[in-house]
């Protein structure tokens, strides 16, 4: 008997017997951007060199989720892009990930998921976490995201309201930027400061899931707490009511946009909580 459980050890030792915990990460990218993000900026390239495989990108339209499978789809590891559309309003960006969350719970039904949100990507993950029940999710990491919101939404819809016949030649003479601020003004009203009615101001007031929170904030060196875009505060999950004392907090010194740091960042962070 002895014998066996000595041949069990051993082999459960060598991985024979004994796999580790196979996991899903979802990086939701923020606004302006897309799931090449991820691969521009490095991160997905530290990920594979930490066991963290790409399996996949996931895009949702009128037929539902599909997906661009990577080689990693066997991994034990296993990291999927999601496609979100930057510009739409919270509720809209939130309504694609869902799908995409439910997608992969169907098709890896014992495996955790652990999501990572960028900028606004972090704030539409937590939406979909407080308004549905997502039961493979572990964890939720953020990276710059405007939990608090940001004083550049309330510019970019003043920027955006003025009365005609001012507006019509800002929409002659303000070319495809002043059309891209237009076409997100719903995105920028779920994101301004917090005011009683607004989308933050419920959200920062619902029970969240009890899983593990992790804040990434910049600290810009010579700048501001956080970063041009972000206020440090707006970035840290524990100014949120029901976070508060629960989100471990991590700070790099960069700007808004991701680099290679932050794939390190997490790494680090996956081997702590994984």
């Known amino acids: 008997m002895k014998k066996w459980i000595r041949l069990l050890f051993v082999l ?3 991985g024979v017997v004994l796999e580790a915990q196979a996991n ?15 691969e521009g900026s490095g991160i997905a390239a530290q990920l594979e060199q930490n066991g963290w495989h790409r399996a996949g990108i996931l895009i949702t339209g009128p037929a539902g989720v599909r997906m661009v499978p990577g080689a990693g789809q066997a991994a034990n590891n296993k990291v999927y892009l999601a496609e979100l ?10 309504d694609h990930l869902q799908a995409m969350l439910h997608f992969l719970t169907l098709r890896h039904p014992k495996e955790k ?17 407080v308004r549905s029940q997502v039961p493979n999710v572990a964890a939720l990491v953020t990276i710059a995201s405007p939990h608090l919101g940001t004083p550049l939404a309330e510019e970019a819809l003043d920027a955006t309201s003025s009365i005609w016949p001012v507006e019509v030649f800002k929409d002659i003479f303000g070319g495809s930027g002043y059309q891209t601020l237009k076409y997100s003004r719903g995105l920028y009203i779920d994101i301004v400061r917090p005011w009683p009615g607004s989308l933050l101001h419920w959200l920062n007031r619902q029970p969240h899931p009890a899983i593990k929170y992790i804040s990434v904030v910049r600290n810009r060196p010579f700048v501001l707490w956080g970063d041009l875009l972000v206020p440090g505060a707006s970035q840290d999950m524990n100014n949120v009511p ?13 700007g808004h946009v991701l680099n290679p740091g932050d794939g390190m960042l997490l790494v680090q962070i996956l081997k702590e909580f994984g």
């Open 12 to 14: 459960g030792f060598m």
């Open 24 to 38: 899903v990460l979802v990086l939701a990218h923020g606004y302006l951007s897309d799931a090449s993000a991820w």
């Open 85 to 94: 559309p930057s510009t739409a309003p919270l509720g809209i960006q939130a």
């Open 113 to 129: 998921i652990v999501l990572v949100g960028h900028s606004v990507g972090g704030v539409v993950a937590r939406l979909v976490l």
């Open 242 to 254: 029901p976070v508060a004392g629960r989100s471990t907090l991590y700070t790099t010194a960069s």
